[in-house]
């Protein structure tokens, strides 16, 4: 009968936490990939690289919103119990308030087991996976960015200015290539047209000049009736550097172990020194230790067991559970800000979740004992 009750309250918060965990994140996802649209209007991608590298966003999102997703889930499903008098099945069947609490944090553990499986392995993946697509795009839509008076930088190391454009067709074009630092080229064209051939992109200018300028201010001009203006050499100025959030966990840690500060060590996607220190620190503690608060707000949330719905003060308690739960969300994830290079400190970080939850406990063992 116990293993039944217990399985009930398991399915159901767990049916919630995934409900309210997915309805979160399609909110915030979908607010997201409008703003990626920018990788599309300003930075000329494709369409389907936009598709790719919004979508893998998607695991990132569920992370962030998991903790959150749990609180509201427990909450809610605790209250509901509370004042539907559900909760007496388990006092009846002799479950000890102790030892439904027990219970409770035993199914956490399943939970920051899962939580830990997706910031620690899938995240980083995911992270890492569409950044490489933007690595690898070749700038589908950048001919259609091209607008009429107005300079288009989108490309690194390339400006574009026109003067009239219809269709594919451009009138009165200044180019100015900065590409190689040591012979700066500016093209001017009377006019010219814009061809998007088999994935190839480039300008045909005609009638019109370059001017050469090296480092010494020297200038060379030539003169040109027609000329082809590759622009597949050209990268987006879109991050394509792995950020620290995309970097392998394995990395970080094998980074933190062997810094230096005498040298500078190659990894697959990104170099070892310590002006990354603070950076990896807080990266590696928001993937081993954030999961952990679950634990903490099981125990919190559980509170709510200790005062029935017919005592007058059961709604000032049940706030209060609600807002003291929601400031340890909010404060585990300022908590990554105390991170710092500095290891004394970080350890005395470390020690504060655990405190809580031993003193959490404690406290709710007392006031049982004290009811009883």
Request: glycine share 2%; aromatic share 14%.
């Amino acid at each position: 009968m116990k293993k039944k009750i217990f399985k009930k309250l398991y399915t159901e918060i767990f049916v919630f936490f995934l409900i309210t965990l997915f309805t979160l994140s399609a909110i915030i996802w979908i607010l997201q990939a409008v703003n990626f649209l920018d990788i599309v209007s300003e930075d000329g991608h494709s369409i389907s690289t936009y598709f790719k590298f919004s979508s893998l966003s998607l695991a990132k999102i569920i992370n962030e919103t998991f903790l959150l997703s749990f609180f509201l889930a427990l909450f809610y499903i605790l209250v509901l119990y509370e004042e539907n008098n559900q909760l007496l099945i388990y006092w009846s069947n002799s479950i000890s308030k102790k030892n439904f609490l027990n219970k409770i944090i035993v199914f956490s553990f399943g939970l920051i087991i899962i939580s830990f499986l997706l910031s620690f392995f899938v995240v980083p993946f995911t992270q890492d996976k569409a950044r490489s697509y933007i690595r690898s795009s070749n700038l589908d839509f950048f001919p259609s960015l091209i607008k009429p008076r107005k300079f288009i930088d989108t490309v690194e190391n390339l400006t574009v200015f026109l003067d009239k454009k219809e269709n594919q067709k451009i009138e009165k074009i200044i180019l100015k290539d900065a590409s190689n630092l040591n012979n700066i080229q500016i093209i001017i064209a009377k006019d010219g047209e814009i061809k998007n051939e088999n994935g190839n992109k480039f300008l045909i200018l005609n009638d019109g000049k370059i001017i050469n300028t090296n480092l010494e201010k020297r200038s060379t001009i030539f003169d040109f009736k027609e000329t082809n203006f590759d622009l597949n050499k050209y990268h987006t100025k879109t991050t394509t550097k792995a950020k620290v959030q995309e970097i392998n966990s394995y990395n970080i840690i094998n980074c933190l172990r062997n810094m230096s500060p005498q040298k500078s060590i190659k990894f697959e996607n990104f170099n070892c020194h310590e002006n990354i220190k603070k950076e990896l620190s807080q990266e590696i503690y928001k993937r081993i230790y954030l999961p952990l608060y679950i634990l903490l707000i099981s125990i919190v949330v559980s509170f709510l067991i200790l005062n029935s719905h017919i005592n007058t003060d059961y709604k000032f308690n049940k706030i209060k559970i609600f807002l003291i739960g929601i400031l340890l969300v909010v404060f585990s994830e300022v908590s990554v800000n105390f991170i710092s290079e500095n290891n004394l400190r970080n350890l005395s970080i470390l020690t504060v979740l655990p405190v809580l939850i031993l003193s959490s406990y404690l406290i709710f063992i007392k006031k049982v004992r004290i009811s009883s």
